[in-house]
């Protein structure tokens, strides 16, 4: 079969968030992108036959194959800004920097060039599933699907939704509830048309945020996210003004409004979730959605840390998120190594003068297997997709860590536990060890020598 192929050597993985599986030469066979069979140990019968017929991926000794990165949230056409203007709070950083960059994509040639870059950046880190906020501007959302498709990105691709004239500056705004609709409608049916789109990159509905939008427009979309059976996506108690924003236009949480809008579904995305309370968040676990966790961008943006622990221990499905730029790093290692980082602080507290005993919330933190797992399995679940784990029927989404790059902070040693590896992965693996990434059995990023081709 042309299109199957075997990859042999180290995989490591996280099939629960507490469980880290390891295996020192494994075989994985690949047909037609998706995983049909998982050899813990590699049979040399079944090894000896790829390799005969030019189909077999051998890594290298120190070489190590991963699950993909699935990044929850990401604001493709705010990737311009990445790494600058984070010193405003959130409602005047989105009027000072974010609306007027925004605006920009208007221009659809210069979204494809922007858009380009991202992806290519993207797949470059290992995110090998994005769900991207694109802008208002039909084309250049377009783009961004075609370019999805075209580098082979599993995504989620949504044309922002926002008509509040009191939130939404005269130069970036829907011009009625009725066009927005519209508009959105035209993109679900563009990128679910895409010529050779099978299910790789998919329209998601996707209301910026409750204080963006009118009612009018919060209750179209919920009635065409049933009508179109797409997943949902927006920002939900994010911090101290939007949270406060919405109690006192709506008379209730985030979580609830959307309900009531028709817009909390199951596996749509919440982005943030910094307040949601215990009602909230049994109220997403009962409507089958998740939790986006951006915890670098919370630090700058949400004026308090995500309880994670709490929204994981009562059940409710969270993965991780970059958030482009309000989080200034691409990587979702980054995002992973953060959401270790704010728990601990969660958990101790960070400020010297208050007592230890009243510091922190005890019991916050999150481990580096949780980190990994949230990532990669933990967001798959969030969006109901198979992918993020090495299982047979899930698709072949990976990417290969070579730590033999001479510009590696990574040091593996095979004789460490796999636990004790993967901590060392999360804290300090980047892009400079990543050689080469997979979506659906076709490779997208990099090279792995004479066999590389295969899969691409
Ligand atoms: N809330 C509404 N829009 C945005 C955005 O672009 N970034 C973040 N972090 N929060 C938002
Ligand atoms: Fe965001």
Redesign the pocket.
């Known amino acids: 079969m042309t299109d199957s192929f075997a990859v042999r050597g180290a995989c490591l993985h996280t099939p629960a968030p507490d469980r880290v599986e390891a295996w020192p030469d494994a075989l994985i066979e690949v047909h037609a992108g998706t995983i049909a069979a998982v050899h813990p140990d590699a049979p040399a019968g079944v090894s000896a036959a790829y390799e005969a017929s030019g189909q077999l991926v051998h890594l290298a000794p120190r070489q190590m194959l991963l699950p993909g990165l699935v990044d929850l949230h990401i ?1 493709a056409p ?1 990737f311009p800004n990445l790494g600058t203007a984070l010193d405003l709070p ?1 409602e005047q950083w ?1 009027q000072d920097y ?1 609306f007027p960059l925004e605006a920009r994509f208007a221009d659809a040639a210069y979204a494809a060039g922007v858009y380009e870059d991202l992806v290519g950046t993207l797949l470059a880190n290992g995110t090998t599933t994005a769900v991207y ?1 694109a802008t208002i501007h039909l084309p250049a959302t377009q783009k961004l699907a075609e370019t999805c498709l075209r580098r082979g990105q599993r995504a989620f691709v949504g044309r922002v939704a926002m008509d509040h004239p009191d939130s939404c500056p005269a130069f970036y705004r829907d011009e009625s509830a009725d066009a927005a609709v519209a508009q959105t409608r035209a993109l679900i049916d563009h990128v679910r048309a895409l010529p050779g789109n099978a299910g790789l990159v998919r329209p998601i509905i996707t209301p ?2 409750i204080p ?1 939008c009118t009612d009018e427009l919060l209750h179209a979309l919920g009635a065409l996210a049933a009508e179109a059976g797409c997943h949902v996506q927006t ?1 939900c108690s ?1 911090s101290d003004w ?1 949270h406060g924003h919405v109690l006192s236009r709506c008379g209730c949480s985030d979580t609830e409004a959307l309900h009531r809008f028709g817009l909390l579904t199951a596996n749509g995305v919440l ?2 979730g910094n307040f949601l309370g215990d009602a909230d968040l049994a109220r997403i676990r009962s409507a089958g959605a998740g939790v986006a966790h ?1 915890p670098l ?1 919370n630090a700058y ?1 949400a004026d308090a840390a995500f309880p994670l622990r709490a929204a994981l221990e009562k059940g409710v499905r969270v993965g991780l998120g970059t ?1 482009i730029a ?1 989080g200034a790093h691409p990587s979702l290692l980054d995002s992973a190594r953060m959401a270790v980082t704010a728990s601990r602080m969660l958990e101790t507290g960070v400020d010297p003068a208050v007592a230890a005993a009243a510091r922190g919330r005890p019991g916050s933190r999150i481990g580096t297997s949780e980190a990994f797992w949230l990532a990669t399995a933990g967001g798959a679940e969030v969006l109901d997709q198979q992918t993020g784990l090495f299982r047979p029927g899930y698709a072949f989404d990976a990417l290969l860590l070579d730590p033999a790059n001479p510009d590696s902070n990574l040091r593996l040693d095979p004789a460490e536990p796999a636990a004790r590896r993967l901590e060392r992965i999360v804290h300090t693996a980047g892009r400079p060890d990543i050689a080469a990434v997979w979506v659906g059995g076709r490779k997208v990023h990099g090279r792995v020598g004479n066999a590389s081709e295969r899969g691409g």
């Open positions: 604001h705010q959130l989105l974010t906020f910026r945020f963006a920002h994010e939007e982005a943030h951006c961008s943006f958030d309000g």
